[in-house]
């Protein structure tokens, strides 16, 4: 392996991520992304076998960052109310910043990177927030009856519906304005008293 090439190939897939983000898969070849680097297309393909190839691990990279926030949310948060506006803010501006394109184009064209978005959202992403779920009924700040199952797929979806432009389109809609709503009901359907007056301060 040539001295910087490891360098090289994160530089890659980072650019491509930021690309991606912005402007869509579909839209953005490795031509843009060789521009953009100021490199020859020949570079990347000594890297990756072709786009597949190089949004499969870009995908893989953006989701392992999720996952480490989501660890850091769990390990900075107050309390479980405060695990959920921390994670919302999160997610609200990861949706602002990603092209709404990006979830039908890896569903319609690039099935492996999708799959790897469905591990994450069904087995990741479900497993922070049953957890923290678990973990406010401890803490007597969501009800005793809870169903964690239900209410943590529940979650789930309407995490995945920001990023769902025939749902709530951007240009519609004000992000940040749906992401906090939906985040309000939720909690207060699943909130004891205290649970609802720590909501209340934190938001």
Known sequence: ?????????????ETATELYSKFGLKSVSIDDIANNMG??????????VDKNELINIATQRYLALEKEALKQFEDQAK??????????????????DTSS??????KRSHAQAWEIVEH???D???????????????????RSGLDIEIMSRLRIQEISSLFDDNVFSKRSFDTAIVS????????????TDVGLKLYKVYK
Not at 101 to 106: D, M, Q, R
Not at 180 to 191: A, C, Q, V
């Open 180 to 191: 906090n709503k939906i985040l309000e009901y939720f909690i207060h359907g699943i909130s």
């Open 79 to 96: 309390n479980a109310v405060h695990f959920f506006i921390k994670s919302n803010n999160y997610f609200t501006r990861n949706v602002r």
């Open 101 to 106: 394109v990006n979830i039908i184009e890896l």
């Open 39 to 48: 490199m020859s297309k020949k570079t990347i393909y000594q890297y990756f």
């Open 120 to 122: 994450f959202r069904n």
């Open 1 to 13: 392996m040539r001295i910087g090439s490891t360098d090289t190939k994160n530089r890659i897939i």
């Open 124 to 142: 990741v992403l479900k497993q922070a927030i049953s957890a923290n779920l678990q973990k406010g009924i401890e803490q007597e700040l969501f």
